[in-house]
Nanobody
Framework: QVQLVESGGGSVQAGGSLRLSCAAS????????MGWFRQAPGKEREGLAL??????PYADSVKGRFTISQDNAKNVLYLQMNSLKPEDTAMYYC?????????????????RGQGTQVTVSS
């Protein structure tokens, strides 16, 4: 069983940056696909970024602004968010799946954290 705990959210002004972290309990096998998705009030969940080895697709809404990375030695997944916009305001979640590796399926991955809130003010 994989347990995920996000941290690093907060409030920031537009144009600012935040780095989210997702700590995984135990050793997550290298073949797992891990990623980040978000949900804003009244909106659909949106897969943002995935990572499995060198495979790192991004949603168009965050491409060029967000960067996903992981520290396998520490079992930590990161999401560096730059040039934040008010429309990035949402609850951000990390997720993991032993098989699937797609942005559209990310919000339904079997292992998901509780989320961390990101609020961007204009």
């Amino acid at each position: 069983q994989v347990q995920l705990v996000e941290s690093g959210g907060g409030s920031v002004q537009a144009g600012g940056s935040l780095r989210l972290s997702c700590a995984a309990s135990g050793n997550v096998p290298r073949y797992y696909c891990m990623g980040w998705f978000r949900q804003a009030p009244g909106k659909e969940r949106e897969g943002l970024a995935l990572i499995r080895g060198s495979y790192t697709p991004y949603a168009d809404s965050v491409k060029g602004r967000f960067t996903i990375s992981q520290d396998n030695a520490k079992n930590v997944l990161y999401l560096q968010m730059n040039s934040l916009k008010p429309e990035d305001t949402a609850m951000y979640y990390c997720a993991a799946d032993p098989g699937r590796c797609s942005l559209t399926g990310l919000p339904d991955y079997p292992f998901r954290g509780q989320g961390t809130q990101v609020t961007v003010s204009s």
